[in-house]
């Protein structure tokens, strides 16, 4: 008898923990990319945190933003391209723009080299993507508001929000 109610008081404890830890939402930025583990469709009014995961020896910053009507992962990661390549020309990249793309930002943290944090998701019901940018290997922002071009900028996922 103490065997058995050994057993279940495990089953009880097992029970309560709400699962492990790989099954937190994850963005993880590394060198070369960043990566999104995770559930790809939400429920409405249930707050999820995402793991925003920094391995570089760089700073990063990592976002989620809701995205306007129409425009797919695809869209956003060409507004980048198309940003990135303009800022190396000294032009302006054009339309669209990001308030073409974007409705709102949802979530955004910075995060320090090799280091964590959280975005938490929650908004309205809707298409959102997952952004990392990595920063350079020196923190140059004059203020917290004032973040330098990213030296990379990668969209690992679009979610929804049902």
């Known amino acids: 008898m103490p065997m058995r109610a050994m057993l279940l008081g495990m ?12 099954e937190t939402p994850k963005a993880t930025l590394s060198d070369s990319q960043c990566a999104y583990s995770g559930p790809h469709t939400y429920t409405h009014g249930v707050v999820e945190n ?22 797919t992962i695809d ?14 020309r000294g032009e302006e990249p054009g339309h669209p723009t990001y308030g ?3 409705r709102r930002v949802i979530a955004r943290s ?17 298409k959102f993507v ?18 330098p071009f990213p030296t990379a900028i990668y969209v690992p996922a679009e979610v929804e929000i049902r």
């Open 100 to 102: 073409d793309i974007y």
């Open 130 to 147: 997952i952004v990392c940018f990595e920063d350079s290997a020196v923190d140059t922002r004059q203020s917290s508001q004032n973040s």
């Open 75 to 88: 869209d956003v990661r060409g507004f980048y391209e198309r940003s990135r390549v303009a800022r190396e």
């Open 11 to 22: 089953l009880v404890l097992v029970a309560g923990c709400g699962g492990s830890a790989d």
């Open 110 to 126: 910075v995060t320090e080299p090799e280091a964590s944090s959280v975005l938490p998701l929650v908004g309205p019901v809707g």
């Open 50 to 71: 995402i793991e925003a995961a920094n391995t570089t020896l760089h700073f990063a910053q990592f976002a989620v933003y809701e995205l306007a009507p129409g425009v």
